[in-house]
């Protein structure tokens, strides 16, 4: 590609990926699915053990900035007997490989919408982990993509495709609890304190350029860079934004809501002095009015030392004392049902809160984006791109109020905010050339 078209390709030109979409409108279960894995330090590893257990499922590329990670991806497939895929630093350049069916997006949050974009427009189908954006203007931008380009789109909240979630919140829904007043998000994960990083050279074989990409060039600290990049407002949400994402999205979803009209959020970065600008500790409460009935949800992150509720965190077969309470709590009028973690949930019924009904089973988010990839349709999703960017927005929103210490008034219709200029500029964020989201997908 020149760069002529190349500029093109940035800026969304429907005529440059046509030829691109029409070549994979169609794919049948004989046919051998193509995807790329982009990022694969963390989650991504996950992702490529996942495609490569998968039958008609090839591994056809690696993307990653950092030429070390990519190497060790590559010993590491050599030694499962895994065929080499072909191997990018630029996701640019892959996505110019018509022969690739999907990219499978596992970079920090600040990559995700952008390249999820540009994964539609060079017609190829997409799995972007979580959170589905960095702020919620992009998020919508990403589901517009989806759409026009009849992309089939998996959001990486894993929880959505468990048996035994499922089930539980088919039972939410249908009223077994009766009326779903309230859902708690419970994010109380151990975290140490990152200390401080001193500025250095980048290190040899990384392309910082690309890694920091929609996003300003700071100087590279390793703070900024891998995983510890999630506690800068640059690159990462916070933890709301990185488990809590999951938690979230799961207590909006037994809550039977999509957008809030009322937000507010309060915390602090409590017990350490070190490099993270996010919050360890942090209070959110969104207020939803959807079809005449108020409901709340309210959200948790805790970083240190904390009890567990409602049994979610002591679940047995983890074989030693789990100091993380990660899960959700759903209130009705019937009882209450607590999720723990993305596979299981229990619940208690009545005043006596006698155990009633519970499952553990788990599932593949993976499995089921490869089979919608091949049914061409999107309500085979469990988890769509539009679920992620609404669940995102919650986080997103529970940022800003944090940030600026007051209440927001929303208006789901319209996805803004209401009387608040300054609150308004953070929905979206300036971007660095050429890494740009499009106004128009």
Request: proline share 5%; glycine share 10%.
């Given at each position: 590609?020149?760069?002529?078209?190349?500029r093109?390709?940035?800026?969304g030109?429907?005529?440059?990926?046509?030829?691109?979409?029409?070549?994979k409108a169609?794919?049948?279960?004989?046919?051998t699915?193509?995807?790329?894995?982009?990022?694969?330090?963390?989650?991504?590893?996950?992702?490529?053990?996942?495609?490569?257990?998968?039958?008609?499922?090839?591994?056809?590329a690696?993307?990653d900035?950092?030429e070390?990670?990519?190497?060790?991806?590559?010993?590491?497939l050599?030694?499962?007997?895994?065929k080499?895929?072909?191997t990018?630093?630029?996701?640019?350049?892959?996505l110019?490989?018509?022969?690739?069916d999907?990219?499978?997006?596992?970079?920090?949050?600040?990559?995700?919408?952008?390249?999820?974009?540009w994964?539609?427009?060079?017609?190829?189908?997409?799995?972007?982990?979580?959170?589905?954006?960095?702020?919620?203007?992009?998020?919508?931008?990403?589901?517009?993509?989806?759409?026009?380009?009849?992309?089939?789109?998996?959001?990486?909240?894993?929880?959505?495709?468990?048996v035994?979630?499922?089930?539980?919140?088919?039972?939410?829904?249908?009223?077994?609890?009766?009326d779903i007043?309230?859902?708690?998000?419970?994010?109380?994960?151990?975290?140490?304190?990152?200390?401080?990083?001193k500025?250095?050279?980048?290190?040899?074989?990384?392309?910082?350029?690309?890694?920091?990409?929609?996003?300003?060039?700071?100087?590279?600290?390793k703070?900024?860079f891998?995983?510890?990049?999630?506690?800068?407002?640059d690159?990462?949400?916070?933890?709301?934004?990185?488990?809590?994402?999951h938690?979230?999205?799961?207590?909006r979803?037994?809550?039977?809501?999509?957008?809030?009209?009322?937000?507010h959020?309060?915390?602090?970065?409590?017990?350490?002095?070190?490099?993270?600008e996010?919050?360890?500790?942090?209070?959110?409460?969104?207020?939803?009015?959807?079809g005449?009935?108020?409901?709340?949800?309210?959200?948790?992150?805790?970083?240190?030392?904390?009890?567990?509720?409602?049994?979610?965190?002591e679940?047995?077969?983890?074989?030693?004392?789990?100091?993380?309470?990660?899960?959700?709590i759903?209130?009705?009028?019937?009882?209450?049902?607590?999720?723990?973690g993305?596979?299981?949930?229990?619940?208690?019924?009545?005043?006596?809160?006698?155990?009633?009904?519970?499952?553990?089973?788990?599932?593949?988010?993976?499995?089921n984006?490869?089979?919608?990839?091949?049914?061409r349709?999107?309500?085979?999703l469990?988890?769509?791109?539009?679920?992620?960017?609404?669940?995102?927005?919650l986080?997103?929103?529970?940022?800003?109020?944090y940030?600026?210490?007051?209440s927001?008034?929303f208006?789901?219709?319209?996805?803004?905010?209401?009387?608040?200029d300054?609150?308004?500029k953070?929905?979206r964020?300036?971007?660095?050339?050429?890494?740009?989201?499009p106004?128009?997908?």
């Amino acid at each position: 590609m020149d760069d002529m078209n190349r500029r093109r390709f940035l800026a969304g030109s429907g005529a440059a990926i046509a030829p691109a979409f029409l070549s994979k409108a169609a794919i049948n279960a004989n046919d051998t699915v193509r995807v790329a894995v982009v990022g694969f330090r963390g989650q991504g590893g996950s992702h490529i053990r996942e495609y490569t257990n998968m039958p008609k499922v090839e591994l056809a590329a690696l993307c990653d900035v950092d030429e070390s990670v990519t190497a060790r991806a590559l010993k590491g497939l050599e030694s499962r007997g895994v065929k080499t895929p072909k191997t990018y630093t630029d996701v640019r350049k892959l996505l110019e490989d018509k022969s690739i069916d999907a990219i499978s997006i596992a970079t920090p949050n600040h990559w995700h919408a952008l390249m999820g974009i540009w994964g539609c427009q060079a017609g190829k189908d997409v799995y972007v982990e979580k959170p589905a954006s960095h702020s919620p203007w992009e998020g919508r931008k990403l589901v517009e993509a989806a759409r026009k380009y009849n992309r089939i789109v998996q959001h990486g909240t894993n929880s959505r495709s468990a048996v035994a979630t499922r089930e539980g919140m088919k039972m939410l829904h249908e009223g077994f609890l009766g009326d779903i007043y309230m859902s708690r998000g419970l994010c109380f994960k151990w975290r140490d304190t990152i200390g401080r990083a001193k500025e250095e050279p980048v290190p040899a074989g990384v392309h910082y350029d690309l890694w920091c990409g929609p996003g300003p060039v700071k100087a590279f600290t390793k703070n900024r860079f891998h995983y510890n990049w999630h506690w800068g407002w640059d690159y990462g949400n916070g933890d709301i934004g990185n488990q809590g994402i999951h938690e979230m999205d799961l207590a909006r979803w037994g809550l039977g809501v999509k957008l809030p009209t009322k937000v507010h959020s309060m915390g602090g970065h409590f017990m350490f002095d070190d490099d993270q600008e996010t919050p360890n500790t942090q209070v959110a409460t969104f207020e939803f009015n959807g079809g005449g009935k108020k409901k709340i949800l309210v959200f948790e992150v805790r970083h240190w030392i904390s009890n567990h509720e409602a049994g979610v965190g002591e679940s047995a077969g983890r074989g030693r004392p789990d100091p993380n309470t990660i899960g959700n709590i759903y209130y009705g009028p019937k009882g209450y049902m607590a999720v723990d973690g993305y596979t299981s949930y229990k619940t208690f019924l009545g005043k006596e809160q006698a155990p009633g009904p519970a499952r553990r089973e788990g599932g593949s988010n993976w499995v089921n984006f490869i089979q919608a990839v091949r049914s061409r349709k999107v309500e085979d999703l469990n988890a769509d791109i539009e679920e992620g960017h609404l669940s995102a927005t919650l986080v997103h929103l529970a940022n800003i109020s944090y940030r600026l210490g007051r209440s927001l008034n929303f208006d789901p219709a319209t996805e803004k905010i209401v009387g608040d200029d300054e609150a308004s500029k953070m929905l979206r964020r300036k971007y660095r050339s050429p890494y740009v989201v499009p106004e128009k997908v």
